[in-house]
């Protein structure tokens, strides 16, 4: 489905069970979509345990665009989504999760989206080859629990573990945690276990 915002349609693939324990948001980078390796096992994790997932194609890619403009007008556009979303599952915990670029907005957006909980895939810690332009910022900004999964061979670094809740860095991954999704999935997954009463 589309759901309509101030910088365009986003594109929402949603996979509902009929009583769902929570319901995990997730999106991409900036070049990528929601069909990575990384989110589809995260969302496969999230349905075994009985959450709703909804798949967010944010508006400049659905737009074939791969600039995604301002962190403001992303956030904007993001928060819109996230409101409409929750009138179907109001009662429920909200987590949002993000790869790359798309984990930079999930933090941002945490408190204001409600949301309970974060989780960050190949967080985007700085520029390739700029360390000191870090963006560790964001990730304490999120004023929630907020998991971290990294390669150990990310261009964009790797967050320290004072910055999150939890940083597992993957042996041999790069920025796409291409190589083992699964096992990536798998750490996601028992940190999602806590909610899957939905009694955090």
Known sequence: MDIATPQGPAEVTLDEPADPAFLLVLTHGSNGGVDAPDLLA?????LALGGAVA??????????????????????????????????????????CGRSNGARVACRTALKAGARGVIALAFPLHPPGRPERSRADELRAAGVEVVVVNGDRDPFGVPDPADATFVQVMPGERHDLARRPAEVGAVVGEWLRRWSTGRP
């Not at 995260?42 to 999230?46: D, L, N, T």
């Not at 798949?55 to 556009?77: H, I, N, T």
């Open 42 to 46: 995260v969302r496969e994790e999230a």
């Open 55 to 96: 798949r967010v194609l944010q508006p400049f890619r659905r737009a074939g665009r791969r600039a995604p403009g301002s962190a403001a007008r992303q956030d904007e556009a993001w928060l819109t989504v996230v409101a409409e979303l929750r009138k179907g599952f109001p009662d429920v915990p909200l987590i949002q």
